[in-house]
């Protein structure tokens, strides 16, 4: 399977058929769209000076980032090959954020500080030419928005979002207790990304004392991701050390053998880019659904209520058809002979219609009134108040989707019009199932 050819493919396939329907719902699909422009990315965060920098030159082979005790890195730096005729140089944030075939134009709005801490450096790695590296500045202890002049969780965010993988490095000095890397934990990577596209690594294990020093420092990070995460199981995490910066030992080689397993699992990313687009595309088509299921309940109740209402129309208007010239002429003595009389009295001619026919409007326009001004609004009304009833809420994933899409759906709502009460929505939601249960699933396959 071609997957660069899938992804192009893919590209079409939601640009034309998903995005009038993303637009017409009101949700934002900037996500997809970024994650379906470039190529498969691994994202290196952590504490500062845990080897961020030093892992990304051994995996280039080259020193290409800076490194140093202190925090060194205060830029997000991509790393990538350049393409045939070009050669090696750093793109400033400026250009990136503003060139519409890379992902990053989402990026503009984290503000100029942010965007002169970001660039790319185009280096001679054949290896990058369908892959990109992104190294980042070190997670600190007690720094602001201010500190650093912008959010950089939030910049971590957007990075996560774009990443295949998300490479978290810790060491033995800060076992996990740096607070920016508790909010990221906590909240920014499971905003974000998959908990199968993070990675763990306690690196520099080389400086623990002894091993059970190294033990220690190990329990110390479990205990701590646990509390970060709120969860009991631990995740995989991989104990390393960089051969070259560390002291030669005899008990730390049968440590390197889990960099060299580290080093393939960041090098293999790319073989699961297409099965990540797949996830989020079929994340972001089940939260439309699920925005479409809803309207397509209120938009049923409406016409539930509508139908109400013409029966009531139908029966009061036949009523007002013949009845209305008889009080007429009970209540203002006109007309002089109403439709009733002339039929039994067989002296009917066209004009008898004019008080029926008026009667019968008056009735549909005051039935119409009522439903447009009272039922509607009191359907919407109902719908807000009882949100969890408009979708089927069967699973704890729908559950979850769910959690994201209700205020969106409650602000349509808000808004909805009597044109809603069509068919539309049904149709919509045909075409959405239809993508999930058939097209969503032929990709699946290619790629089984
Ligand atoms: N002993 C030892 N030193 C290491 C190891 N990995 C990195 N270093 C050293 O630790 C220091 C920090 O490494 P960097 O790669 O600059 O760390 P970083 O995570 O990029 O740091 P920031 O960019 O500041 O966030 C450097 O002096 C490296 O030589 C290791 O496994 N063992
Ligand atoms: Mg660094």
Not at 309 to 329: D, I
């Amino acid at each position: 399977m071609d997957e660069k050819k899938l992804q192009a493919e893919l590209q079409h396939h939601v640009r034309n058929t998903l995005l009038p329907l993303f637009n017409r719902y009101r949700l934002d699909y900037s996500d997809l769209e970024s994650i379906l422009k470039w190529k498969p990315i691994v994202l290196i965060i952590g504490n500062y000076s845990s080897g961020k920098s030093t892992l990304i030159n051994e995996i280039i082979g080259r020193n290409i980032q800076r490194t140093g005790q202190a925090p060194t890195d205060d830029s997000f730096t991509i790393l990538t090959a350049y393409g045939s005729g070009d050669q090696e140089k750093v793109v400033p944030g400026s250009t990136l954020v503003n060139d519409e075939t890379l992902p990053f134009g989402r990026f503009k709005a984290l503000g100029e500080q942010f965007i002169s801490h970001f660039r790319l450096k185009k280096i001679d790695a054949p290896f990058l030419e369908n892959m990109a590296l992104i190294d980042s500045p070190g997670m600190l202890d007690a720094v602001t928005e201010k500190d650093r002049g912008y959010d950089y969780l939030a910049a971590l965010g957007e990075f996560a979002k774009l990443a295949d993988l998300v490479v978290l490095m810790f060491d033995p000095h800060k076992a996990g207790t740096i607070s920016e890397t508790y909010s990221a934990i906590r909240s920014t990577l499971p905003d974000t990304t998959g908990e199968d596209r993070i990675v763990f690594v306690m690196n520099r294990i080389d400086e623990c004392d002894n091993l059970s020093d190294l033990v220690r420092s190990y329990g110390t990070l479990c205990w701590n991701l646990s509390q970060m995460t709120g969860r009991k199981d631990i995740p995989t995490i991989y104990v390393t050390y960089a051969p070259d910066a560390a002291e030669p030992s005899e008990n730390l080689s049968v440590w390197l053998q889990e960099r060299e397993q580290l080093k393939k699992k960041i090098l293999s990313a790319p073989c699961f880019r297409v099965n990540h687009i797949l996830q989020d595309i079929d994340r972001q088509v089940n939260e439309l659904e699920l925005v479409c299921e809803a309207m397509c309940t209120f938009s049923s109740m409406g016409r539930n209520s509508l139908a109400g209402v013409a029966k009531f129309a139908l029966v009061a208007g036949v009523a007002a058809f013949f009845l209305t010239g008889l009080v007429l002429r009970g209540l203002v003595g006109v007309p002089e002979e109403p439709l009733v009389t002339a039929l039994l009295q067989g002296t009917f001619t066209p004009q008898h219609l004019l008080i029926p026919f008026t009667g019968l409007a008056g009735v549909c326009f005051l039935c119409w009134l009522w439903f447009s001004r009272w039922s509607f609004p009191r359907i919407i009304h109902k719908c807000r108040a009882n949100m969890d009833k408009l979708v089927n809420l069967d699973t704890s994933y729908r559950k979850n989707l769910w959690s994201k899409v209700e205020k969106k759906v409650g602000m349509m709502l808000q808004y909805a019009r009597l044109s809603d009460l069509g068919g539309v929505h049904a149709r919509n939601l045909g075409r959405i199932r239809k993508f999930l249960a058939r097209e969503l699933q032929g990709y699946y396959n290619q790629i089984r």
